[in-house]
């Protein structure tokens, strides 16, 4: 009988920064190699998106939320 470990991750990124994109890959790709390895490892993945830069256009900001919460 296999027991059911969960694994709570949150994660803050900022919508249009290369580095959180790359590091949002590899995240995910740690998650399905964990799944692969450890089935009995769930896990729990929560967060969201913000804009550091105050120079970028309120629209990016606004049309990524929106592309996030449709997802």
């Known amino acids: 009988m296999s027991s059911t470990k969960t694994t709570p991750l949150e994660l803050y990124a900022d919508v249009v920064c290369p580095w959180c994109w790359k590091g949002d890959r590899r995240l995910a790709a740690a998650i399905e190699q964990l799944r692969?390895?450890?089935p009995e490892v769930v896990?729990?993945?929560?967060?969201?998106?913000?804009?550091?830069?105050?120079?970028?256009?309120?629209?990016?900001?606004?049309?990524?939320?929106?592309?996030?919460?449709?997802?």
């Open 36 to 38: 692969q390895t450890h």
């Open 43 to 71: 896990e729990h993945t929560c967060g969201g998106r913000y804009g550091v830069s105050g120079a970028q256009p309120t629209e990016v900001f606004v049309e990524a939320r929106q592309r996030v919460a449709s997802e």
